[in-house]
C-alpha cells in the first residue's frame, strides 16, 4: 500500500498570504494525485487531478505541482473561505487510492 | 450536475450489518466512464476507501483489503443507485460514511455523508 504523508499537520496563515501544502509519497506515484478540501460539517471538495489540473469551478488561485513521489497545493492569496482542511490522495496504485492525513489550514 | 444522495441508519448495533444507498442525479451508474465509491472517515478525520462499483462491458467491484471479507457493494440499475453493506460490525466501523463518483481517478462529486454509529 503506498503511505501519503501530509506536511505541517496545521498551518496558521493570514488572509492574503501564499500558501504551500506538501503531499509525499512512500514510492512514485507519476502524477496520479488529487487535492481536496473539506470544511467542517462538510464532504470534501475535488480541487485538483492529475496532480496540476484544476476541477471545474475551482478558481485560478489554486495551483498543484509535482510528480513522483513529491507534490505541493499552493494557493497564491489566502482568502477566508480557505480555511479548512486539505487533503491528498494517491490513484496510482489503482484501483487501491489512498489519502493523506491531512493539513489544517487555520487563521493566524 | 451530477448529485449524490444518501440514505439509511445512523445507529447500528455490534454484530449486524451496516447498509447505506446513493441515489444518483444527472449521471447513470451504468455509465462506462464513472466508478461509484464509498470511502469513510474516522472520527480522528481519516479518509478510508472502501471499495467501488462500476460498468465496462459488464460489472466490477473491488474492495480494501481491510473491509473485504465483509463488504458488499451493488449497482441497482432500475433506481439509479449503489449501496453499500458492511457486515459484522464493531464500534470501529463507526464513521462519516460517504459515497462518491469517481472520473479521472479522482472523486469529483461526494454525497453528503452519513455518520455511523456503531453502539448498542
Known amino acids: 500500500e503506498i503511505v501519503m504523508t501530509q506536511s505541517p499537520a496545521t498551518l496558521s496563515v493570514s488572509p492574503g498570504e501564499r500558501v504551500t501544502l506538501s503531499c509525499r509519497a512512500s514510492q512514485s506515484i507519476s502524477s496520479y494525485l488529487a487535492w481536496y478540501q473539506q470544511k467542517p460539517g462538510q464532504a470534501p471538495r475535488l480541487l485538483i487531478y492529475?496532480?496540476?489540473t484544476r476541477a471545474t469551478g475551482i478558481p485560478a488561485r489554486f495551483s498543484g505541482s509535482g510528480s513522483g513521489t513529491e507534490f505541493t497545493l499552493t494557493i497564491s492569496s489566502l482568502q477566508s473561505e480557505d480555511f479548512a482542511v486539505y487533503y491528498c490522495q494517491q490513484c496510482n496504485d489503482w484501483p487501491l487510492p489512498t489519502f493523506g492525513g491531512g493539513t489544517k489550514v487555520e487563521i493566524k | 450536475q451530477v448529485q449524490l444522495q444518501q440514505s439509511g441508519p445512523g445507529l447500528v448495533k455490534p454484530s449486524q450489518t451496516l447498509s447505506l444507498t446513493c441515489a444518483i442525479s444527472?449521471?447513470?451508474?451504468?455509465?462506462?466512464?464513472?466508478?461509484w465509491n464509498w470511502i469513510r472517515q474516522s472520527p480522528s478525520g481519516g479518509l478510508e476507501w472502501l471499495g467501488r462499483t462500476y460498468y465496462r462491458s459488464k460489472w466490477y467491484n473491488e474492495y480494501a483489503v481491510s473491509v473485504r471479507s465483509r463488504i458488499t457493494i451493488n449497482p441497482d440499475t432500475s433506481k439509479n443507485q449503489f449501496s453499500l453493506q458492511l457486515n459484522s460490525v464493531t464500534p470501529e466501523d463507526t464513521a462519516v460514511y460517504y459515497c462518491?463518483?469517481?472520473?479521472?481517478?479522482?472523486?469529483?462529486?461526494w454525497g453528503q455523508g452519513t455518520l455511523v454509529t456503531v453502539s448498542s
Open positions: 444527472g449521471d447513470s451508474v451504468s455509465s462506462n466512464d464513472p466508478a
Open positions: 462518491a463518483r469517481e472520473m479521472s481517478r479522482a472523486m469529483n462529486c
Open positions: 492529475g496532480a496540476s
